[in-house]
């Protein structure tokens, strides 16, 4: 087992999330969450909440935008990890029912506050904790043709602050594509297409046809859900890891160290 820490995770309650907080509390670390509702809410469908780890986590109610909600609890923290974004503008989530809970009144979500500004206001609090000193972002591949094009400038903007910031702070950077599992049934249809789709890209003439077109930043593999918690995980313990890691970077760290 790695040497005990406390890590503090920016949407520990989300998709993504309550799989970082799990895959930290099974290596025996110390987790904080933070997010507007704090625990998982009911019409979260996510596993955590049945899941005997979850009374482990210490969720912290409060908003990434208002650094005096959470500031207080990032002292004795070496580690924070941002898993806050939208991918789209619109409620979607309540649509297709994935967890997300509208009953609390919050400023409409836009691509610059949630994906963006949100992690700027966590990175400047995080800069000024002693030992704090690795922060994760989530990002993503610039995967999807018919999303507006602020979801990914929006990322590469943070991904930006953080790199400049680098001496201050070790920044690790995501970019996967889709992350499927079990814990949104819809993506793993989605992940068999996207998968089909970059094997024909890759290894038949269609990649030829459509090299020159949108579609072809589609041509990116699905990732498991667990293997991006768990390469979260394994690149806070280790120091060398640093800067942007894409979708085969992602692989092999999750999969280091099982
Ligand atoms: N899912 C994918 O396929 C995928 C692919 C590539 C990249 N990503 C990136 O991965 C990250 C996580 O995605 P996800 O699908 O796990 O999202 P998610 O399920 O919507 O989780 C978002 C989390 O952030 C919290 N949150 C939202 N606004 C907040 C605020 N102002 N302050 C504090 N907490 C806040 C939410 O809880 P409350 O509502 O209670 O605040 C929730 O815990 C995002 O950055 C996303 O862009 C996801």
């Given at each position: 087992m790695s040497a005990a820490r406390r890590i503090f995770v920016v949407g520990g309650s989300g998709y993504l999330g309550q799989a970082v907080c799990s895959s930290a509390l099974s290596k025996g670390w110390e987790v904080l969450s933070l997010s507007r509702?704090?625990?998982?809410?009911?019409?979260?469908?996510?596993d955590i909440s049945n899941?005997?780890?979850?009374?482990s986590v210490k969720w912290i109610r409060g908003d990434a935008l208002k650094p005096e909600t959470f500031e207080q609890h990032l002292a004795g923290c070496s580690a924070v990890v941002h898993s806050v974004g939208i991918?789209?503008?619109?409620?979607y989530k309540k649509l297709v029912n994935i967890g997300y809970n509208t009953s609390a009144s919050h400023e409409a979500a836009t691509f610059e506050r949630a994906n963006r500004d949100t992690a700027l206001s966590v990175a400047r609090a995080a800069?000024?904790?002693?030992?704090?000193?690795t922060i994760v972002y989530m990002s993503a591949a610039d995967?999807?043709?018919?999303?507006?094009?602020r979801y990914i400038s929006t990322k590469r903007e943070v991904e930006d602050d953080l790199l400049a910031h680098k001496d201050q702070m070790r920044p690790v950077v995501l970019r996967p594509g889709l992350i499927y599992s079990s814990a949104r049934p819809l993506t793993l249809a989605a992940a068999a297409g996207v998968n089909v789709f970059n094997a024909l890209y890759h290894r038949s003439p269609l990649g030829c046809v459509l090299k020159h077109t949108p579609l072809a930043k589609a041509a990116s593999p699905a990732i498991h859900r667990d293997v991006v918690a768990r390469a979260i995980i394994n690149a806070i313990d280790d120091s060398q890891v640093s800067g942007i890691l894409t979708t085969p970077d992602i692989e092999r760290i999750g999969n280091a160290h099982n």
């Open positions: 509702h704090g625990a998982p809410t009911k019409d979260t469908v996510h899941n005997p780890v979850s009374n991918i789209l503008e619109t409620n800069r000024n904790i002693q030992g704090l000193n995967v999807m043709p018919i999303l507006n094009p």
